[in-house]
């Protein structure tokens, strides 16, 4: 069996996400399933926090010795004048603290990771390329591309090329971004920083957008597209598989984007009427969570084993009966 050394990866590099205590579980999941599937990881894992609970802390350290740092003095404080003045950022401030992976200049490779999703595949690529930056097509981009596909049915879909208070070419989720530090052409932290002074960002105009916003604004015409295995967001599913030819089986990385997250208890009912293309990831998400924090994995998956054997000799698959057909 052939080792890998590792000698194609670059000299140092990291993964780079964010959390709080009630995204940790989150980030638990998202650090397990990259080392469950990425064996060849060796680099760092930052993770940006604002306060951790010990026991959080404690959790994430188990899975892999992450390092825990602080926002920059300056962005915290711009962050706190957002949040006075403008009432929506007051519960999702800490977003904006994903600009803390472009203030990483001391690694070669950078790639951050949003807290909800989960990996489900050799994510190797990422840190291989030497593009100065990039990351997938956002959910507006897709409605542009999504457009002439409903158009052949005869029918519409509205679309427009404002988002982020301006037109875009191009726009792009902030979920997964793959940053070249070195290759950055002309890039300021401090003049990323300042597109968050107060009177800027109120003439971006109405919008719920964070981080995403400042990303898309500040880095216009510099991103590279990423295929969208690498950021399968579950709400763009039939964007992605009609534009891209990306099904969820292809997919990397799979993207919680949106409100529904795999840590809440929904009503089932609810949940299957109104979102049902959910609960196989959800599914897959908890999985997951069980076996990051099984202390016999080994046993239990031997149990499991024993259990579906049983059921394969007891042939209840012959004992259900057939209602009707669909075809």
Request: glycine residues 4%; proline residues 3%; negative net charge.
């Amino acid at each position: 069996m052939k080792l890998d050394t590792n000698t194609d990866l670059p000299q140092k590099y990291c993964i780079s996400t964010i959390t709080c205590d009630s995204f940790a579980i989150g980030t638990e999941v998202l650090l397990y399933s990259v080392l469950k599937h990425n064996p060849w990881f060796r680099g760092d894992i930052n993770i940006v926090i604002d306060a951790l609970s010990a026991q959080n802390r404690e959790r994430l350290q188990a899975i892999y010795p992450v390092r825990f740092i602080q926002a920059s003095a300056e962005l915290i404080k711009k962050v706190d004048i957002l949040r006075q003045h403008f009432d929506y950022l007051k519960d999702i401030h800490l977003r904006f603290y994903s600009l803390e992976s472009f203030n990483l200049p001391h690694y070669d490779k950078v790639v951050y990771l949003d807290s909800d999703m989960y990996c489900a595949g050799d994510i190797k690529d990422l840190f291989l390329s030497t593009a100065p930056l990039q990351a997938c097509l956002d959910g507006f981009s897709y409605e542009e591309r999504i457009a002439p596909v409903v158009a052949k049915a005869g029918l519409s879909l509205p679309t427009s090329q404002e988002r982020y208070g301006k037109n875009f070419e191009n726009s792009y989720n902030a979920g997964v971004i793959a940053i070249t530090p070195a290759k950055l052409v002309n890039f300021d932290f401090q003049a990323l920083l300042s597109m968050l002074d107060h009177d800027a960002w109120r003439s971006y105009g109405d919008s719920i957008f964070t981080d995403q916003m400042v990303i898309n604004r500040y880095f216009e015409g510099t991103f590279a597209a990423l295929s969208s295995e690498y950021n399968y967001m579950i709400f763009l599913g039939d964007y992605l598989h009609f534009v891209d030819g990306i099904s969820w089986q292809q997919a990397k990385i799979i993207h919680f984007a949106g409100k529904i997250k795999p840590w809440n208890d929904y009503d089932q009912q609810a949940l299957l009427q109104k979102a049902p293309h959910y609960f196989p990831f959800i599914h897959q998400w908890r999985e997951l969570l069980h076996e990051a924090r099984s202390t016999d994995l080994a046993r239990e998956q031997a149990q499991r084993v024993l259990r579906q054997y049983e059921w394969i000799c007891s042939g209840a698959d012959h004992q259900l009966q057939t209602l009707s057909r669909l075809y």
